[in-house]
């Protein structure tokens, strides 16, 4: 510590500002090594990381004291108790949604309706502001591939009597919430609300036999209406 850092001294040529001594002064008199010009003190360690190293050991002594001899659950257990809670978070979700309009909130996704679906959705269908609340949503996303009036456009007509998938409100509902990834028709289940999602099947159902102008020809089967 006593003498200066030449920038070419070998050793510190990867250092580019030359250590001085204003920079760091190790208290006089901890001096225990000095090789080559490079001078080991015996400081003392920070609190900070004395903190860190004694409580590493303070945790990994109750860890092990926990799962290794106390008989904590085990990786495998905490996984099955987790896929548990999620079953029964899904059987919950699915059975909240099944009361369809008793639910009312509109808050939860579109994942599935639960029960006889089809009673669900014709039961949604006989509310002409449900229909109206369907139209929004068909204006904003599906029109673009399926035309204004549902005539049909980059996706299939919607108002004629053939269909790829099935013309049924839980067949409609399906091909809605899943989509036809590889055909171009993204899946709106996980971005619809429930409601919003029943309101766009019954509005979809709705558009048949309207005879739109300018209407994409057949694709798929007569379908049972
Ligand atoms: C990016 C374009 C695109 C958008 C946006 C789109 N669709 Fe589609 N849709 C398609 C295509 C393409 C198909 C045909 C899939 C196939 O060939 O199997 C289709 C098929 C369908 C079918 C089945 C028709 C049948 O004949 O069985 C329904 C119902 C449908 N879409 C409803 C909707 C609704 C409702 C929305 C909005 C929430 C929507 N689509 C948004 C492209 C789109």
Redesign the pocket.
């Known amino acids: 510590m006593s003498e200066t850092h030449q920038p070419e001294n070998p050793g510190h040529g990867a250092d580019s500002a030359p250590t001085t001594e204003t920079q760091y002064a190790p208290p006089p008199g901890t001096e225990v090594h000095v090789y080559d010009g490079i001078v080991e003190h015996d400081n003392f360690l920070p609190r900070w990381w004395l903190g860190i190293i004694y409580g590493t050991i303070a945790f990994s002594i109750g860890y092990y004291g926990y799962y290794e001899l106390g008989g904590g659950p085990s990786l495998r257990e905490e996984y099955a108790v987790a896929m548990k809670q999620l079953d029964a978070a899904k059987a919950a979700a699915g059975s909240g949604a099944a009361d369809g309009s008793a639910s009312g909130s509109g808050s939860g996704s579109a994942s599935g309706l639960g029960g006889d679906e089809e009673a669900v959705l014709v039961a949604w269908a006989s509310s002409t502001d449900h229909v109206n609340q369907g139209k929004v ?2 204006d904003a ?2 029109a ?3 035309g204004k009036a549902g005539e049909g456009g ?3 007509n ?1 108002t004629d009597d053939f ?4 013309a049924k409100h839980a067949q ?1 509902a399906a ?2 919430r899943n989509g ?1 990834n590889d ?4 899946p ?1 289940g996980a971005v619809l609300s429930n409601d919003e999602f029943k309101s ?1 099947v019954v509005f ?1 159902r709705s558009l048949h036999g309207t005879n739109p102008p300018n209407a994409k020809g057949p ?2 089967e007569k379908a049972a209406f």
């Open positions: 949503v068909y996303k599906c673009v591939c399926h980059i996706g299939p919607l269909w790829l998938h099935g409609i091909t809605i036809v055909k171009g028709m993204p709106w766009t979809v694709q798929g």
